[in-house]
């Protein structure tokens, strides 16, 4: 306030005593106002004029004047300022808020008596609502401010556009004071950056054994390349998935794709290997013979439910029986005596069912078409045969039983019930998966917000999410921004940080394209719910676990979940007998969508 008063000071010498009633500067040297006497000496009044009648100061005034003469973006609220504006609005709305979004000001400050709001200044408005879903809080107020960035003019210190004068950044974002670090946090941080060298160095050197590694993969490929290509069959076979370093081992099962398409993410496929979709990892710790620099994704279990290159020596068509020794075959074993046993009891009350089916053809794949009710769009799930053994066998599943499920789902409890299909909605796994958030996370999030943008009521959407290994469901409200986290090993969604910025990021985005207002204390103020849910007692149960939750959550008809889970299906562990419904409901609908035959 000082610095503004003494700014009209020095502007009321000026007028005063510098010009003309036309207000153009006086050629003749002005007389020392006398009456100021006690404020201004003769040596700084001498000093005043002719820094007022330089030709510098004399240009930068005239800018200013013009500028401030016929602003871009006019304000027009008269003498309320940004503070009484604000409060009126708060006041008007009601709003538990204590201050708005400078940009939400800013624009209110621009709207004329009749309501009315010019294009530039909306267009500025939707600009600033796109950038707050990228930029934290904490870059806004270091940097510069999404309104400046929107206007693209720099941010003075000591202000804050869009909030009127007084305000600070520091009384704004109540920052502490900034102050020098002392001798221990310097220490402490130069520990911290010697551990991260070393980090690298570590990342480095395993890299580099990554690369000798797939080297050697790719000069042993193309030795075999001429002998191997002509064992695929065309188009896509089932197949299981090797690596010959440390150990020969399978490592996952998959589906080879043998077809014209060369390129694998845009790039043309290494010589001596074919695209692989991956389906189930079998050894978790396993790494891809070629890493994707792109996503940095090294490990196997990152890359289901997408493709890669694998070399051709290396891939087995699943009637296919390796040709290496017995003995290095250790590596395929991957349960303790538990899981083992675990299987053995599920394995008898499939034994009998299992022996019954017949594919037409070993290996063959079965096509089930998906409607656009279903993800938001049409298209084609792709049923091996390893797909029924993982069943039968009770293994982990892949992507493609678990969109079955859901088909089975759609077809017998929600297709012809309107109250059903309008309120439950699924996510497709295969769009938005671990591997797809890395390497393509705008496609993600643009299909999660067209999802969302979809429904005109409240709809909770049904996520199974693949976390490398492991499956778990989100049920998401986007309109109440609602996340129901539902992970049958007991774990927190803080443990999958890429999963949770692509749903928290689209959420906002969704709440901006529906031009939803929400009070600023409550912009970033995401709702996750962790469901009490049954625990599995294996590592394999997962996909099970999901497909469950999934169907129970339908059959009870509720938007909202208990913490607690639902009281008709609350226990600790689901019973082999609960599981075994889920298998028997998957075997009939095989059945009576003729992908197998018994």
């Not at 950056?193 to 690298?200: D, E, I, N, S």
């Not at 042993?220 to 064992?231: V, Y």
């Not at 077809?411 to 309008?422: E, K």
């Not at 778990?472 to 109440?480: E, N, R, T, V």
Request: proline share 4%; hydrophobic share 35%.
């Amino acid at each position: 306030m000082a610095g503004k008063r003494h700014r009209g000071w020095r502007t009321f010498l000026t007028n005063k005593y510098l010009k003309d009633k036309e207000i153009f500067f006086v050629e003749y040297d002005p007389e020392y106002p006398v009456k100021y006497a006690i404020f201004i000496t003769e040596e700084e009044w001498v000093a005043f004029v002719a820094q007022r009648r330089d030709e510098n100061f004399k240009k930068v005034s005239a800018t200013n004047r013009e500028r401030a003469s016929n602003p871009t973006y006019a304000y027009k609220k008269g003498r309320l300022g940004y503070a009484r504006l604000e409060e009126k609005i708060l006041d008007e709305t009601k709003s538990d808020a204590t201050s708005l979004p400078p940009h939400v000001l800013w624009k209110e400050a621009r709207v004329g008596k009749d309501g009315t709001v010019r294009d530039d200044v909306q267009h500025i408005y939707d600009e600033c609502e796109t950038l707050s879903q990228s930029i934290s809080t904490a870059e806004d107020q270091e940097n510069r401010s999404v309104l400046s960035r929107a206007l693209n003019v720099p941010e003075y210190p000591g202000r804050v556009r869009g909030k009127g004068h007084g305000c600070t950044p520091t009384s704004l974002y109540k920052n502490p004071r900034r102050r020098n670090p002392s001798n221990q946090e310097v220490m402490e941080t130069l520990q911290a950056l010697q551990a991260q060298v070393l980090q690298l160095q570590k990342d480095n050197e395993r890299y580099r054994c990554m690369e000798k590694c797939s080297s050697q993969l790719k000069e042993t490929s193309e030795k075999a390349s001429i002998n191997c290509q002509n064992k695929f069959p065309e188009g896509i076979s089932s197949c299981q998935l090797y690596l010959s370093s440390p150990t020969y081992r399978l490592v996952g099962k998959g589906k080879v794709h043998n077809t014209s398409e060369d390129l694998l993410h845009h790039r043309p496929l290494p010589d001596g290997h074919l695209k692989v979709s991956v389906d189930v990892v079998l050894d978790k710790d396993a790494l891809l013979p070629i890493p994707d620099i792109v996503s940095e994704t090294t490990l196997l279990r990152d890359a289901i439910g997408s493709f890669v290159a694998w070399p051709l020596d290396l891939i087995f068509i699943d009637d296919e029986t390796p040709t290496k020794p017995a003995s290095k075959d250790k590596g395929i074993l991957r349960h303790n005596e538990s899981v083992a046993s675990q299987k053995e009891v599920f394995a008898q009350g499939s034994q009998q069912l299992s022996q019954k089916i017949d594919m037409a053809t070993a290996g063959a794949i079965r096509l089930l078409d998906m409607e656009e009710d279903i993800f938001g769009y049409s298209c084609t799930e792709t049923i091996g045969k390893e797909d029924l053994e993982h069943i039968f066998r009770h293994q982990e599943l892949g992507v493609g039983v678990i969109h079955t499920y859901i088909r089975f789902l759609y077809d017998n409890f929600m297709h012809g019930n309107d109250q059903l299909s309008n309120r439950f909605r699924f996510v497709s796994s295969s769009l938005v998966n671990k591997a797809l958030i890395c390497r393509e996370p705008d496609s993600c999030r643009e299909y999660l917000v067209k999802r969302f943008m979809a429904s005109s009521t409240n709809n909770l959407y049904l996520w199974p999410y693949n976390s490398g290994c492991h499956w778990l469901l989100l049920a998401i409200d986007p309109l109440k921004e609602v996340v129901y986290f539902l992970n049958s090993i007991d774990d927190e969604w803080t443990n999958y940080p890429d999963m949770k910025q692509l749903v928290d990021t689209s959420i906002k985005v969704f709440r901006s394209q529906r031009q939803a207002r929400v009070p600023r204390t409550k912009s970033s103020n995401i709702t996750w719910i962790k469901v009490q849910c049954p625990l599995q007692r294996n590592g394999i149960d997962c996909g099970y676990f999901v497909m469950r939750f999934m169907r129970e959550i339908i059959n009870m008809n509720q938007i909202e979940i208990p913490i607690t889970y639902f009281d008709e299906y609350k226990c600790a562990h689901y019973t082999r007998l609960q599981l075994e419904q889920i298998k028997e409901e998957l075997c009939q609908y095989f059945i009576e969508k003729r992908l197998i035959s018994i």
